[in-house]
């Protein structure tokens, strides 16, 4: 754990230049727009370590898949999120020597990412080796306000010298992805020209054929005075404008940076003249007026989205930063685009979809944007439908069932994994719990018959298909899979899955008998044959899920307790973590559990479970989990909280909000934790806050730490907005809608008139 990182409610402060902490930092000051964005690298040459990385969204290759040898199934390829074109670069030399600050003295430095306005800081005094000093300051932004759009500003006081300055603003697609293999680049050229006062970089990937246009227009200026480029220089995948200037002590030379950026996956036709079009656009609104809409629409967004805790700065900053990072990596307005797990801060997971989406972002989007982002969500999977059933067939799968991919980008299953790809198959499960958390939240109950009862049709032929009788045990069971513990594989009957699978049939069979108007063409479109619902009952009333009843607790899978039984409290510190320090066949015999597993399934259906059951599992459980994976922690804090646990609670609220700020698990370095951000705002809501949905109405049970004054945030449900305002006696309400509504506080029902604000004693 690294705690360099200072404390503030509204910033991410980096007040001293450590090399070893660089590519961490670059992934904290990571920028985006939900188009767009890019890791906090220098601007200026930094031949250090770093990640240089600037994303697209949408935009991925297929990159063949490595393996000595090959099953039938297997995925040929892996999707990765690809670097594209390095956009804020400059090439600075100062007196024939390349300005580069990892070869200088860094006397000063700070950076801060100002999470309220989404514009990222720079000051640092340096000499370099010819004894020039310079103070530089640097701002930059991609857009909120115009999501195509970016700029950056470079100022330099020159402290101590004098001479010439070479400079070179570029836009370099020349670029490569960390995990290429053989230094491999993935991106062919098109076009490179200069248009009005800029220039423009098109490039298209390798097979997948997407275009990505860059056009940037360049401002220089000495002591105010504009400075025109001498020239226009072109090399392989790269375009530059270069500008030859003299400085002396007091000079100040500043540097802007406009761009406008457009890929054929969102703008099909008219490439070119659409991004150099958006391109001149922000710059003739000037930095000044461009920055200024992009706060704006930062503080709306904050305005419905804030928590606010009082009297604990430290869980201040923590849930602030996961809620920016997830407005930045994806607003809702394209069915087609997901949340990947690294969204524009790292290359990780390949930028791709995983289960975290419908398990763990779902409930943030439903209560904090507006109810079509948390349908477009739901959407996605429709429309990959028929992907999922031809990744079932692939194994053997018949009449339209549907195994989901582990991970993809364009429905097909792309995951390299033996034992993830083909047994960690509950995230079918995530995905029908997906819709029914999406129709309970809002009410939408339209969605079932245009979209969602396709979804679960398919995915309960699954379910139907990978079961099978058990003539020894008299019950269905299900073999070799692999639950949410990712250290356990190729286990039978994993409880979760078991538990979700059963649900997935029970709640189909429900919504197909819910069916009203045309219920006979929307089952056709299924194929859907009557008989079938025959086995699903069948299965329902004969599913084997393990327990031990001497201990009270559901087995995590058959023969768990056959392993050695050690606390994780009882571990030398220097054995964690394990992922790092262990041998996978180590792991895979231990009893440590890398995430929540029968605790995620007492949290999805808690309704299901009295509150001894959930305590008994809780206390065998939680002792025994390593959190090695970002999704574990906010789980433990919502069924601690519910248990009254609060200094475990709060203890793990930490490790979700700063999981990534004090790199918890030594691995910010590659990206942010983006899907398990969500899971911090749930830790809070669901968790300390004790929301849930009961009886079509909102539902509260707060239960804050004890040294929180206060804690406060707004809630969007079935379209109306509710302002939450808890302390340790009271919690205060605020119907800010001009529709009535009710809320339960503690199993109490209180009715809210339009606009009208309350009080309850706790």
């Known amino acids: 754990m690294k705690k360099y990182i200072q404390i503030d409610p509204w910033k991410i402060i980096e007040n001293k230049f450590t090399p070893d902490n660089n590519k961490i930092s670059e992934s904290l000051f990571s920028l985006g727009n939900g188009k767009l964005g890019l890791r ?19 935009i991925y290759y297929p990159d063949k898949t490595k393996v000595g040898w090959w099953k039938n199934g297997y995925p040929e390829y892996f999707a990765k999120v ?42 640092c005094t340096i000499t370099t080796k010819e004894g020039i000093t310079l103070n530089i300051k640097s701002e930059r932004f991609c857009s909120m306000s115009d999501d195509h759009t970016a700029a950056l500003t470079y100022e330099i006081e020159i402290l101590k010298g004098q001479g010439t300055m070479a400079l070179s603003a570029y836009l370099d697609s020349n670029v490569e992805n960390e995990d290429s293999n053989y230094d491999e680049k993935f991106w062919n050229e098109i076009s ?14 390798k097979k997948t054929g997407f275009h990505a246009a860059h056009a940037c227009i360049n401002e220089v200026s000495v002591n105010n005075e504009q400075v025109e480029s001498i020239n226009t220089t072109k090399s392989e995948k790269y375009i530059s404008q270069n500008y030859e200037l003299t400085f002396d002590k007091g000079s100040m030379i500043k540097i802007t940076k406009y761009l406008g950026i457009h890929t054929s996956f969102d703008t099909p036709n008219d490439l070119e003249l659409r991004t150099t079009e958006s391109c001149q656009s922000i710059f003739n609104k000037t930095f000044a007026k461009a920055k200024e809409e992009h706060v704006e629409a930062w503080a709306n967004k904050w305005n419905e989205c804030d928590v606010e805790i009082k009297g604990d700065e430290s869980a201040q900053q923590g849930i602030r930063f996961n809620i920016f990072h997830l407005h930045q990596t994806y607003s809702g307005k394209d069915s087609r685009l997901n949340i990947g797990p690294k969204g524009f801060t790292g290359e990780k997971y390949g930028g791709s979809t995983y289960w975290d989406t419908e398990a763990y972002c779902l409930p943030f989007y439903l209560s904090t944007a507006d109810q079509e982002v948390g349908r477009n969500l739901l959407i996605y999977r429709h429309n990959q439908l028929q992907k999922a059933i031809e990744n079932a067939e692939k194994l053997g799968f018949e009449n339209g069932a549907a195994l989901y991919p582990m991970v993809t980008i364009n429905g097909e299953e792309c995951h390299n994994e033996w034992e993830i790809t ?31 009862i396709d979804v679960l049709i398919a995915i309960s032929r699954f379910w139907a298909q990978r079961f099978n009788y058990s003539e020894a045990k008299k019950l269905y069971v299900m073999l070799g899979v692999t639950g949410p513990n990712e250290y356990e594989n190729n286990v039978n009957n994993n409880w979760y899955t078991n538990y979700i699978a059963r649900w997935c049939l029970q709640y189909c069979v429900k ?73 996978w066949d180590r792991i895979l015999r231990s009893v440590f559990i890398k995430q929540a597993d029968v605790l995620q399934g007492i949290y999805f259906f808690e309704e299901d479970f009295d509150m001894k059951v959930i305590e008994q599992n809780f206390d065998f459980y939680e002792p025994r989990t390593v959190h090695e994976s970002s999704l574990s922690p906010c789980v433990h804090v919502i069924l601690a909280s519910l248990l009254g646990r609060k200094e475990k609670a709060y203890e793990m ?12 698990n030594n691995d910010t ?65 605020l119907n800010e809608s001009a529709q009535p509504m009710s809320v339960y506080i503690k199993d109490k029902k209180v009715k809210l008139l339009e606009h009208e604000k309350t009080t309850v004693q706790l």
């Open 653 to 664: 609220y930490l490790r979700t909000s700063r999981l990534d700020i004090d790199d918890y």
């Open 82 to 123: 690809l670097n594209s074109c390095n956009w804020i670069g400059l090439n600075i030399i100062l007196n024939k020597s390349e300005l580069d600050l990892n070869n200088c003295v860094i006397k000063e430095f700070s950076r801060h990412l100002d999470m309220k306005e989404g514009v990222l800081y720079r000051n």
């Open 511 to 583: 919504s197909i008998e819910g069916l009203k108007d045309s219920k006979e063409e929307i089952l056709a479109r299924s194929n859907f044959d009557i008989k079938e619902l025959e086995l699903w009952n069948k299965i329902i009333e004969k599913v084997y899920l393990p327990e031990d009843k001497e201990l009270g607790i559901f087995l995590q899978q058959d023969n768990f307790l056959d392993k050695e039984q050690i606390l994780v409290k009882d571990l030398d510190p220097k054995h964690l973590p394990l992922n790092q320090k262990w041998s």
């Open 422 to 452: 083909f047994e960690e198959i509950h995230r079918n499960g995530a995905i029908a719990y997906a819709i029914y958390d999406y129709i309970r939240y809002t009410g939408d109950e339209s969605y079932m018959a245009e979209y969602g």
């Open 669 to 733: 370095e590659d990206g942010l934790h983006i899907t398990s951000m969500a899971g911090t705002w749930m830790s809070i809501v669901k968790g300390f806050a004790g929301m849930r949905v009961k009886d079509q109405c909102l539902f509260f049970n707060p239960l804050l730490p004890d040294h929180w004054k206060e804690v406060s945030f707004k809630i969007k449900y079935r379209r109306q907005l509710l302002k939450v305002k808890i302390d340790q006696n009271k919690l205060y309400l």
């Open 192 to 205: 490179l020209k200069e248009f009005s006062k800029g220039i423009y970089n098109e490039a298209i990937t």
């Open 40 to 58: 906090g690298n220098f601007a200026e040459k930094y031949s250090g370590e770093t990640l240089q990385g600037s994303y697209l969204a949408g």
